[in-house]
Structures are given as C-alpha cells and as structure tokens.
C-alpha cells in the first residue's frame, strides 16, 4: 500500500470530477454534510462543518447530473480504514477525508458509466479477521462498575482511536448511571443493623401517697374520738 498522502486524496478526487464533466453532463456537487446520528437525519441534524473531538457518525453528499440529484448516506464505522496510517489521518482531518471519501462515493454513483467501481488506497476496510481480535468495547463500558473504570476505559479507547460517538454517549451514560446508584443506594457503612435489645426496665414504682382525700383524714379523726370515749 502507498504511504498515506492527503495530497494524493485531493488528486483522486480532482480526476473524479474531471472523469464526470468529461461526459458533458452538466456537474454540480452539494458540499458534504456531517451529523452525530443524535438528531432526526431528515432536517436539521446536519452541518457543513465539524469541530467535536469524535469523528462524525454519517455524512452524506448530493451530485447533480444534469440536475437530476443523488444523494450518497457513508457512515464512518462502515467506511474508517483498515491501514493504521489512514486512520490516523482521517482521525486528524475527519472533516477533509470523511468528506472525501463521501464525495468519491457519490460521484461513483452518479457517474459510474465514467468512473466505474474504483477502491482508493484509504478505501480498504477492516475484514472479518480484524472485527474479530477486536475488543466489545459496548460490554466493557456495561461491566464498568466504578467512575475510575469508566475513565480508564476510555483512555484506553483514546489510545487506540476506539471512541466513536455512540460510545463516548454510552460512557457518559455510564457514569450518569453510576452517579444516580450512588446517590440513592445506601452504602454498605450506611445499611440498617440490628442493635442489641436492651434490658428489661423495672417498672416505676408506685408513687408515694403524700397527701389523702380528705374525706380519709375525716373518718381517722372520727375513730380517734371513739376510742378515746371507749377508754
């Protein structure tokens, strides 16, 4: 394989167009439109610009021929190259070489009677063998217990240019995730323990009876008078 050369992408796509024109059909190319995939596709979820630190999860491109449109959907996952080298470049310049390679893609069908079924040299996807030695990186960001685990996964996910935007939503969904269980689930210092029964309380003693009814008082005073008579 050549080494990568952003200049030679540019070359490869200046024959494409000149490959369509030379048909004599009228040529006009919708500059290429980027989106999350978190937005409706039809409508506003599109920009001719992107400036977000992960790669762009689909773009599209329109070509007119002869005002007749056709409109090309790549997502990046499907279309990121299997060479370590053009995926560093396209990891770098997600805007010029995604959207290259969308435009590449869109003129191909527009024009294939004139360019044909062309595979360029960063068109070389990953195979079966590559999907397979891959990590499931989806189930590691389930099975991340700890606010540390997420963050750690994701810096491995940085190191070998894994993160791709359903993933980096999936990891802030994690962490969201962990933050509500901590704050709702009682730790384990918090849980309810049993205490031990404390001892049987006597019961109070009866209060003493410092004063009677005077009705009481009356009859004592009564009883003395007759013994007194009796004697």
């Known amino acids: 394989?050549?080494?990568?050369?952003i200049d030679d992408v540019a070359q490869t796509l200046a024959e494409y167009e000149r490959l369509a024109i030379a048909t004599g059909a009228a040529v006009r190319i919708d500059p290429p439109e980027f989106s999350?995939?978190?937005t409706p596709l039809i409508g506003s979820g599109w920009s001719p610009f992107w400036t977000a630190e992960v790669p762009p999860v689909v773009a599209r491109v329109t070509v007119h021929r002869d005002g007749i449109p056709t409109t090309v959907y790549v997502a990046w996952d499907e279309s990121f190259p299997a060479d370590e080298s053009w995926r560093a470049l396209w990891l770098?310049?997600?805007m010029r070489l995604f959207g290259a390679y969308v435009v590449r893609a869109a003129l191909r069908r527009a024009f294939r009677d004139a360019i044909g079924d062309r595979?360029?040299?960063d068109e070389t996807h990953p195979g079966p063998a590559d999907a397979s030695t891959s990590r499931d990186w989806e189930a590691e960001i389930r099975d991340a217990n700890t606010t540390d685990a997420v963050h750690a996964l994701h810096a491995q996910m940085k190191a070998v240019r894994a993160v791709?935007?359903?993933r980096e939503r999936a990891?802030?969904?994690r962490l969201a995730e962990l933050?509500?269980?901590a704050l709702y689930e009682p730790t384990p210092a918090d849980a309810w323990q049993p205490q031990d029964q404390p001892a049987e309380t006597p019961s109070p003693r009866p209060a003493a009876r410092d004063y009677l009814p005077p009705q009481n008082r009356a009859d004592r005073r009564a009883a003395t008078r007759k013994k007194g008579r009796r004697r």
């Open 1 to 5: 394989m050549s080494t990568p050369n």
């Open 36 to 38: 999350d995939g978190a």
């Open 92 to 94: 770098a310049k997600p």
């Open 119 to 121: 595979r360029e040299p």
């Open 164 to 166: 791709t935007v359903p």
């Open 171 to 173: 990891l802030r969904d």
């Open 179 to 181: 933050a509500r269980r």
